[in-house]
């Protein structure tokens, strides 16, 4: 239990909440999936939709725990048609899916020139995270500096607990958290601790989650060169690929923008596949908590499982899709080097 409690503390210094209070899961999830509405008329069935909702209600029954999810494929027009809403609106600690919302803060605050992604960072013995994941615990040469940019790389593909920290050195708890409220999404902070430049990485819903997404993707959350930046880390082919992407190629993972968050039974995921086009077509943020073998952070976790089984029925279920976007975000071509 002793590691479980330091790989939270080490992102801030504070009070912490019991994550199963704030989740909600001393139960199983009660409320079912949610299929499309019965009384559509105009909805074949098979539809992407309910291909989606279908494939989400197999592999979270199979996996078992609780869920708490929201997913939506783009319908004519564009217009979202919800294809899963289970505890939608139910706050619940979102680990480092939430360092999506850290970055989003940090971005627009580049947009309003208050921030530069080339201005350095100071990267000191005591601000790094040790043993927590990714690259800045592991380099011994300390002190250094990172670029802003650098940082926030680190932050969204591989997951960096000490970039959590980096930013909060520009962007304050307090001023992530009214950011995200003036954007829309008063569920969605951080917790702050003592330290004003650092803080847990806070709760979400699983609508908020979604939401912020599509306004990611529909260029209605930060400035166009901020939000192809984002978009960019998320889908990387470095980022997260135990989840969705884990059966995938290198060219459909290129179509899936997406962050894992895990602590304690916690795994979750959320993310974008957008058609060959660049079109966003599918939404999802999956968040769930209380399956069988808590203590394995690997690609084996029943609901790490159970969601690398929805990537590809997601992506074969909005094969045909073609989205209205006012924005594409066609992939970058995914080119090996061999040094040189």
Known sequence: MASRANRRTVLGIGTVTAAGAVLGMAGPATAAP???????????????RDRVAVAYRRERTTAGGSWYSYASVAGSGGAPQVAVAENADTVVEAYSVNKIAVATAVLDKVDRGLLTLDQRLDVTAAI??????????LDNAYPSSVTLGHALAALLTISDDTAVRLCGLVCPAAEINQILVDKGFPNTQVEPVANPNRFFLGTSTPRETHDLLRALAGGALLAPASTTFLINLLRAPIAFNDGIRRTMSSTDRARVATKAGWFADARHEAGIIFNPAGAPVLTYALFAAGQADPDNFGATHPAVQARAAMGPAFLSAVSGVTGAAARVHRPRVYRPTNGG
């Open 34 to 48: 949610h299929a499309g509405p019965p009384d559509d008329p105009d909805e074949p069935v098979g539809s992407p």
């Open 128 to 137: 790094v995270v040790p043993g927590g994941d990714g690259i800045f615990s």
